[in-house]
């Protein structure tokens, strides 16, 4: 009987994006519609890596907004996080706040008891933007 070594990688849907970036010009492959004008603005989970701590699910991280912009038959594209209460919260303390959607901040068997009664919702809207008239809602 044989066996073979097995390598594991971390799945790639999980790297962290750390860095809000801006590029005015993307390079195209084939050409870009000459009609094609406006923005593309969708959210999304980026930051699944803390100091003291790392995401377990989908929907737990940090949410960034990201823009592909499309004008005279060119490409920009910026990004940038979502600065919500428990992105904030996150950034200074290395470690969650707020419950997310299956990561608990690691609380204390007490503080998770009282939380049954007052939780402290997550504002991490990593899941769909919506256009409500001139404003844009994310929403988790």
Do not use: I
Request: net charge positive; with cysteine.
């Amino acid at each position: 009987m044989t066996t073979a070594a097995v390598t594991t990688t971390p799945a790639r849907g999980f790297d962290s994006l750390t860095d809000e970036v801006r590029l005015d010009r993307l390079s195209v492959q084939g050409t870009v519609p000459g009609w094609l004008t406006g923005s593309l603005v969708r959210t999304g989970p980026a930051l699944w890596d803390l100091p003291e701590q790392t995401m377990k699910h989908w929907f737990d991280g940090l949410a960034m907004l990201h823009r592909f912009s499309f004008a005279d038959q060119n490409v920009s594209y910026a990004n940038r996080f979502l600065e919500t209460r428990a992105y904030r919260a996150a950034r200074e303390r290395g470690r969650l706040s707020y419950s997310e959607f299956a990561t608990d901040p690691c609380r204390s068997l007490f503080q998770r008891v009282t939380a049954m009664f007052s939780p402290s919702l997550t504002d991490n809207a990593n899941v769909n933007l919506v256009r409500l008239g001139e404003r844009f809602v994310a929403m988790t």
